[in-house]
């Protein structure tokens, strides 16, 4: 009885291993497949918002084209700021009582430009005249800039006749500066004050275009 008990007891590790195998043969593709599975599920998975941020990032959205204006309207700007800065003007902010067809636009008008006859007077040395230069031929000199512009620009005047006198307030000094350093004359700065005068109201008034 021992005897036929022995062999069977001998061979039950090796079925008991074979089981064993087959078991871990069968389950061995599942585990594989779960991994598989689960590589897949990462890979598919979406990804962070860093990332997405960071892509964006990389994007840059088109930045809209400056507005670049033309020269003439950045001079106009530049013109009106510096004139309406420093040019005289109202003291009050009520409406101008210079309108067209007062008295007081006709006094302006006529201070104007008796102002300037009586500066080219000064200049030229027809007025008070004297062998030196003197403090009444240097006004004569500065007479349209001090007197002439002033007054004219003091009316209730138009649009384009105000864009005139704005440019002369500034040209105008310019002139005086700069001419006595090439010519000392005081009747020489005076008349190309005023041809400079007469240039640009014929420019902004279009006075050649109305005689066409």
């Known amino acids: 009885m021992n005897a036929l008990l022995l062999p069977s007891l001998c061979t039950l590790p090796s079925t008991t291993n074979a089981s064993t195998r087959n078991l871990r043969r069968r389950h061995q593709p599942i585990v594989q497949a779960n991994s598989s599975d689960i590589d897949a599920q990462l890979h598919l998975q979406p990804t962070d918002d860093r990332d997405l941020a960071s892509s964006h990032q990389g994007i840059q959205e088109p ?5 670049i204006l033309p020269p003439s309207k950045d001079l106009k700007k530049v013109v009106q700021k510096t004139a309406a800065t420093f040019a005289p003007r109202a003291s009050t902010a009520t409406k101008n009582p210079a309108v067209p067809g007062s ?3 006709t006094v302006f008008e006529v ?3 008796a102002t300037m006859l009586l500066g080219g007077a000064l200049s030229f040395n027809l007025i008070l005249p004297s062998n030196e230069p003197d403090i009444w031929r240097l006004m004569g000199m500065w007479s349209i800039w001090m007197f002439t512009i002033p007054s004219l620009r003091a009316r209730d005047c ?3 006749e105000k864009e005139a006198l704005n440019y002369l307030f500034l040209l105008v000094q310019l002139l005086n500066v ?12 005076w008349s190309a004050d005023t041809a400079a005068f007469f240039a640009m109201y014929a420019w902004k008034m279009k006075w050649l275009k109305r005689t066409e």
Do not use: D, M, N, R
């Open 63 to 67: 930045s809209a084209a400056p507005t």
């Open 103 to 105: 008295t007081l636009y």
């Open 111 to 113: 201070q104007g430009y």
């Open 158 to 160: 138009s649009k384009s």
């Open 178 to 189: 700069a001419i006595p350093f090439f010519v000392k004359s005081f009747a020489v700065v």
